[in-house]
C-alpha cells in the first residue's frame, strides 16, 4: 500500500525531531538510534516508487512543519489550521513526485540508449540528485524542511559532502545488495557535534528566558507591566555583576524610539551593563521595523532585522496580490520592512552580529561565519509544539557548520548557548 509505506518512510525520517523534543532517550544511544532511523528512512525513499514519494513528501512535511498553523489561533482564523496543514503537506508531497518522476523518466531515457541493466541502477542515482535537490528547496525564501538535520543529533556528519557520501553509499548498496558496502559510512561518522550550554551557567552574560503570551503581549494596557518586568530583569542583572544582558524578540511590544522616557532608563542603565533587547522601530511613515536595540554606555544603536519571515512579516507575493491577503488574513496591516546590512556591536572585547528570531536559522546570516551570534527570538506563536526543538536544531547545525557560538534568548521556551563543539563548554 503506497500510503502505508510513504506514512512509514515519513515517520522513520522525523523521529529524531520527536525523540529530541520528548527526550526520549540520550547520550551515545541516541545518536546511534537516530542514525538507523535516518538511514533506513533515506533507504526506503531511494528505493520507493513515484506514488510512495508522493506520500513520503506529504507525510513528512506535516511531521516536520505542521506547527506553522499554530499561529493561525492568534490570527482568530483556528478553523484555517486543517487547510494550512494539507496545503503544507501537498506542496511537499507534489515537490517529492516530481522529483522522482524525473528521475524515472531519464532512467527510462538511458534504458533506451544503453541497456535495461542501467535503468534500475541509473534511477537510484537519481534519486540521491532528487533529495539533494529536495534539501535545498526554499518556498517564498524558507527551508526548514532540510534533510541533513536528520544527523545533527546521530553518529553521521552534518556537511554537506557526507550526506551526498551517504547517499551515494546507500544507492550503492541497493543496487548491488552486499552488506560490505555499508561499512562505507564509517566514513561520514563525526562525533563532534555542537552542544547547547544552560543560559544560568553564563558568568558575565544574562540571558533572559520570558513567557509572555501573545494574547496579552499586544494589549496597550499592559505594555507598563512588560516595561516593568524589562527594568527589573536589567536591575538584577546589574546586582549579580553580570555585563550584558540579552531579551527576546519585541520584548517590549512597541516602538521604542518613540518612547523617550523609557529610553532614558535603558540609557541610564547601561552605563553599568550593555542591554540588547528586542522592540519595534519606527523608521517613517509606513516604515516599520522589527528590530533589536543595542544600549551600551549611555548611547544606543538599532539592529534591524534583513531576513523576513515570509507572509508573517512580509509577503512574497506580488504586490497587488500581498494588499488582498494582507487585507483578509492581517487586517490590512502594512509589511514590516527589512534592512540590506546586519549589524554587529563589540561586547565584552567579542564582535557579535546580531540576528532576529527566523534570521538565525537562515543561511544568510552565516554568510561571513561569525564567531559570535545573538539570537532573538519570540516562540510564542507557535505553542504548543515542536517549532522551539526544530528551532534549536537547525541553530546547532549553522553553529557546527559555520564555527559559531550562538547566544539564543527566547520568550516561550527555554533560552540556551549553542557552542560549535562540545569541548567549547
Not at 550526506?163 to 552486499?178: C, G, M, N, P, V
Not at 550584558?244 to 518613540?258: D, T
Amino acid at each position: 500500500n503506497n500510503i502505508i509505506e510513504g506514512l512509514f518512510t515519513a515517520l522513520l525520517l522525523s523521529a529524531f525531531i520527536y525523540i529530541e523534543h520528548f527526550s526520549w532517550i540520550n547520550g551515545y544511544p541516541k545518536l546511534l538510534l537516530n542514525s538507523i532511523l535516518a538511514l533506513s528512512g533515506l533507504y526506503r525513499l531511494l528505493k520507493a516508487s513515484t506514488p510512495v514519494w508522493f506520500f513520503s513528501g506529504f507525510f513528512l512535511a506535516i511531521s516536520w512543519l505542521w506547527w506553522m498553523a499554530v499561529s493561525f489561533i492568534y490570527y482568530k482564523m483556528a478553523y484555517l489550521i486543517p487547510l494550512v496543514i494539507l496545503i503544507i503537506g501537498l506542496i511537499y508531497g507534489v515537490l517529492f513526485m516530481t522529483l522522482r518522476y524525473l528521475s524515472q523518466k531519464i532512467a527510462e531515457k538511458i534504458e533506451s540508449y544503453f541497456y535495461a541493466i542501467y535503468a534500475e541502477k541509473s534511477v537510484y542515482i537519481l534519486n540521491v540528485f532528487a533529495l539533494l535537490a529536495i534539501n535545498s528547496f526554499e518556498p517564498f525564501g524558507f527551508n526548514w524542511l532540510k534533510l541533513q538535520l536528520l544527523f545533527v543529533e546521530s553518529l553521521q556528519s552534518i556537511y554537506l559532502w557526507s550526506f551526498l557520501l551517504t547517499l551515494a553509499i546507500l544507492s550503492l548498496f541497493a543496487t548491488l545488495k552486499r552488506y560490505t558496502i555499508l561499512l562505507l559510512l564509517l566514513f561520514t561518522i563525526d562525533l563532534k557535534h555542537s552542544s547547547t550550554l544552560n543560559a544560568k551557567l553564563l558568568r558575565d552574560v544574562e540571558l533572559v528566558h520570558t513567557q509572555i503570551s501573545i494574547k496579552e503581549k499586544w494589549k496597550p494596557q499592559n505594555q507598563l507591566k512588560y516595561t516593568n518586568l524589562v527594568l527589573k530583569k536589567i536591575d538584577s542583572a546589574i546586582a549579580k555583576k553580570k555585563k550584558l544582558i540579552i531579551f527576546p524578540e519585541s520584548v517590549l511590544p512597541y516602538f521604542l524610539n518613540r518612547q523617550e522616557d523609557i529610553l532614558k532608563e535603558l540609557q541610564k542603565r547601561s552605563k553599568d551593563i550593555t542591554i540588547v533587547t528586542g522592540a519595534l522601530y519606527d523608521k517613517a511613515f509606513n516604515d516599520y521595523r522589527n528590530s533589536a536595540y543595542i544600549i551600551k554606555d549611555g548611547n544606543y544603536t538599532i539592529a534591524n532585522k534583513v531576513v523576513l519571515v515570509p507572509f508573517g512579516e512580509a509577503n512574497p507575493l506580488p504586490s497587488w496580490m500581498g494588499s488582498i491577503v494582507n487585507k483578509i488574513f492581517f487586517d490590512g496591516s502594512v509589511d514590516y520592512k527589512g534592512d540590506s546590512n546586519f549589524s554587529y556591536v563589540n561586547i565584552l572585547e567579542k564582535k557579535f552580529k546580531v540576528a532576529i528570531c527566523y534570521e538565525g536559522t537562515h543561511p544568510r546570516t552565516y554568510k561571513d561565519d561569525p564567531k559570535q551570534l545573538i539570537v532573538l527570538s519570540n516562540n510564542g506563536w507557535f505553542k504548543p509544539s515542536i517549532e522551539p526543538t526544530e528551532q534549536k536544531l537547525l541553530l546547532k547545525f549553522y553553529s557546527k557548520l559555520h564555527k559559531t557560538t550562538i547566544y539564543h534568548s527566547v520568550n516561550g521556551s527555554d533560552s540556551y548557548v549553542v557552542l560549535p563543539h562540545p569541548e567549547d563548554q
